[in-house]
């Protein structure tokens, strides 16, 4: 039985429960939580940063986690196929100095047999708005189940 449910092959069911586990799993900050669904050997590509392996990982979200404040996520799923997933995101975040920031982006997914990641491909754009812009507002970790979508939010 795999630890990383659900696990390929994919159907549009389970991506899309991957897709959701992600963004919940991002959303709470928990860096273990986070890292333990990625193959110890992980290859990421996260806007011009290379990361390789669980003990980089911790370390990457260890600085963006402190550089980026008050992150709330969303996900969306693009496209699948057998062991990957494409999904679309935007992210809002708050930085040392009170800006805040909307982040926009794509990423490619590829996992092994037993669910983990084992590659991640992040081009990620920043976009400055105020405070009132922002949309990505709830309480607690994860995002309320009948939370607007990036399409009805018009991300």
Not at 16 to 26: M, N, P
Not at 74 to 84: D, G, T
Not at 135 to 155: H, Q, T
């Amino acid at each position: 039985m795999s630890l990383f449910p659900p696990k390929p092959p994919f159907t549009h069911e389970t991506a899309s429960q991957k897709v959701r586990l992600a963004e919940d799993a991002w959303n709470s900050r928990d860096l273990i939580r986070v890292a333990q669904a990625y193959t110890s050997d992980s290859r990421w590509r996260n806007r011009d940063q290379f990361v390789n392996g669980r003990e980089d990982i911790v370390q990457f979200l260890t600085q963006k986690w402190q550089k980026e404040q008050h992150y709330r996520l969303i996900k969306s799923l693009w496209a699948w196929h057998e062991n990957c997933i494409a999904v679309r995101f935007a992210y809002e975040w708050q930085d040392q100095a009170g800006q805040w920031w909307r982040s926009y982006g794509n990423e490619n997914w590829q996992f092994a047999p037993n669910g983990q990641m084992s590659s991640r491909h992040a081009s990620i754009n920043d976009v400055q708005i105020l405070e009132e812009g922002r949309v990505l507002r709830w309480s607690g970790e994860s995002r309320p189940k009948d939370f607007p979508d990036m399409e009805a939010l018009g991300l």
